[in-house]
């Protein structure tokens, strides 16, 4: 169940306190349930996946083909469907849901959302430019990003140049994010840190697709304790 990830909810940002006093400051994901709509086989597309839908909508807010869409498979008109990549379309089946519980031995978990939208920037603020002299030779463009194009050869301003215009509001990945703590029946995640994204933004979440032999926090406590012991049992 690992391959298939899940869509939460950015709730905010709190502390949590370890019994030696360590506090580590968290994100808080309330995660929606995923229920399979639809298996994709390898015949039809040239890969197998499973459709997962999220969330609950109204059949007043579905367009047609969509109400058509959702009654053929015989399920609850569902808000948001996302596809995921499977290797094996054996261990799922149309109509299963599925919450919190496929992260439950996982220590590392992967983010996508969309990041704060910032509106216009100028170029130093945007891509973090030095600028230009703050004091002889320059009149009134200390903050300019100079030059742009070229003077005869190609004679344009290339595509993706880096300049002044919209910053944030753009789709971005965390990678190995500690999973501080589950609450399965509030079905909260505690991530350690900080995600991309405003409260209240929808957050996908999957397991790391990195392998990582880092300690989680826990686990170097314990560490420490065993140590302390031994310590002590030498004393």
């Known amino acids: 169940m690992s391959e298939i990830g899940l869509i939460g909810i950015k709730i905010g940002m709190t502390r949590e306190f370890f019994k030696t006093g360590l506090s580590v400051p968290v994100t808080v994901l309330k995660v929606e349930k995923g229920r399979v709509v639809q ?3 390898n015949r039809t597309r040239g890969y197998d996946a499973v459709q997962v839908g999220f969330g609950k909508i109204k059949n007043s807010k579905l367009s047609k083909p969509m109400k058509g869409y959702f009654t053929k498979k015989n399920t609850e008109a569902k808000r948001i469907l996302k596809e995921f990549r499977v290797s094996n379309l054996e261990l799922y089946k149309e109509g299963n849901e599925f919450g919190i519980e496929i992260f439950k031995d996982i220590k590392f978990l992967d983010i996508k959302s969309k990041t704060i939208g910032k ?19 320059v009149s009134i463009s200390h903050r300019a990003h100079g030059s742009t194009g070229q003077n005869q050869d190609p004679g ?9 215009g919209h910053m944030g509001d753009k789709m971005r990945s965390t990678q190995n994010l500690e999973v501080i703590k589950t609450d399965i029946e509030n079905e909260l995640i505690y991530l350690k840190g900080s995600i991309p994204g405003a409260k209240n933004s929808e957050v ?7 392998n990582t032999n880092k300690l989680t926090i826990s686990e170097k406590i314990k560490i420490l304790e065993k140590s302390k012991k031994a310590k002590d049992k030498k004393k």
């Open 39 to 41: 298996l994709i086989d």
């Open 119 to 137: 509106g216009f920037a100028g170029a130093m603020k945007r891509h973090n430019f030095g600028g230009l002299r703050a004091s002889h030779g």
């Open 156 to 164: 344009k301003v290339f595509k993706g140049k880096k300049m002044a």
């Open 204 to 210: 996908l979440i999957k397991k790391a697709v990195k």
